[in-house]
Structure formats: C-alpha cells, structure tokens
C-alpha cells in the first residue's frame, strides 16, 4: 500500500490514491454533502469500476480518463439522492453497466443492469469483489469486500457503517435494529481487525478501531 494515503479528502480537493498490489483505489470528495466517490482500477487489465457516481460528473469523468481504460461498471451502494446525481451523466458518458442492491434498483435515475444481493460477486479485470447486503439505511443498501491477497480486506460501506457507527436510520423505513445487526453479522464476525474501510462520507477506519464500540453503539441505538 501506498504509504502517502491518507483517506481524507474535501470537495475541491486533490484525489488520494491507495496502490495495492492487484488494485488501485481513488478517493474523490464531491458536493456540499461531502460524498465520497470510489474509482477502482485493476493493475493488470486497467479495466475499472467506480462506486457511487454522487455529484460533479465532470470531475468524475476525469478521475475515469485519468485511471484506466475504459469504466466497465457503476455501482451505487444505496438509492438515496445524494449518491445518485451524477449518475445518469456518467453512465451516458462511458456505457458502463450499472450495479445496485436488488431492493433499491427501482430508486435509481438509470436502469440497474445487475441487480445484487447478499453473497453475490462483482468482476472487472482481475479483480473480485463480494457483495455484503446491509439492510437498515436503505432496504438494498449493499457494501463490497477485496479480500486482498497480499494483505488486509478492504470494505466499501456505503452509508452504512462510518468510523463511530452505523449509519442514520431516524428516518421512516429505516430500522437501527437490522443495521446494527447487519453489520455486526455480516462485517465485524467476518472480517479481521487489519480491514480497512471507506464509507459513503468523511474519513476511513478500520474495524479494530471500531470493534471495541460496537456494544456502545447498540446501546445508545445509533
């Protein structure tokens, strides 16, 4: 891994790149709501995948050119307004499929070429992802997983665990309960302390870091 990456970024601001391995991954912060968009380039075909396609399509387009060749997919790891706003352009753009949890396929601006539930696996290149659903923030809200062959599992969250908790659920058709239960089944029992994770807003965590606060979290029911 690149020793420069940080995981913080601000709208306006420079990109910050991760090498791994097998797999490179960018991080661009866009739009006053600070939204995290993921480009994910395999270092072997340069073929990519970008996650969450939120807002300032032509940045988003650049960071594409700039990457790789060619964008194979879109994946939008929840329906919600602010993860969506650049991606129809996006998509017209570069003829990418598009990805999303199957329950919230219908929310979207585009059509969900591969609709996703809990177990499936996304491909680009060489590179594998798997398919965690976490239902609470949305009923289709869905993370992926790089297990890394040379080192820590890498998470993409979403807007479904952030460093210091679970996402929002105060709102109505969200439940706490499922998140927190979601992400302590499907995350924390699964994957090591050493993963790293990216959320859908602000920095990245690992679950050592959080793991401790987990009953913390329960508790207080956010």
């Known amino acids: 891994m690149s020793d420069t990456y940080t995981g913080r970024v601000v709208p306006g601001g420079p990109v910050d790149v991760r090498e791994l391995p097998h797999l490179t991954i960018r991080k661009l912060a866009v739009s006053q709501m600070s939204n995290n968009v993921y480009l994910l380039t395999c270092r072997t075909s340069r073929r990519q995948l970008l996650i969450d396609a939120a807002d300032e399509a032509p940045r988003i387009l650049e960071l594409v050119r700039d990457g790789g060749d060619g964008l194979d997919a879109v994946l939008t790891t929840h329906r919600h307004w602010d993860h969506v706003r650049a991606l129809e352009e996006v998509v017209a753009a570069t003829g990418a499929r598009t990805l999303a949890g199957a329950q919230d396929a219908d ?6 070429d591969e609709p996703l539930g809990q177990g499936d696996q ?3 290149g060489e590179i594998t992802l798997d398919v965690i659903h976490l239902r609470g923030h949305t009923a289709g809200s869905v993370a992926l997983a790089y297990r890394n062959p040379e080192g820590a599992t890498h998470l993409f969250t979403g807007d479904s665990l952030f460093p ?9 058709g969200q439940s706490f309960d499922s998140l927190i239960d979601d992400v302590t089944a499907r995350i924390f029992d699964v994957y090591d302390d050493d993963t790293w994770f990216y959320p859908g807003h602000g920095d990245d965590s690992t679950l050592g870091a959080e ?12």
């Open 211 to 222: 793991r401790p606060h987990l009953q913390e979290w329960r508790a207080r029911g956010w």
């Open 107 to 112: 929310g979207l601006t585009v059509p969900v």
């Open 122 to 124: 996304v491909r680009f």
């Open 164 to 172: 210091g908790g679970v996402g929002n659920t105060k709102n109505p």
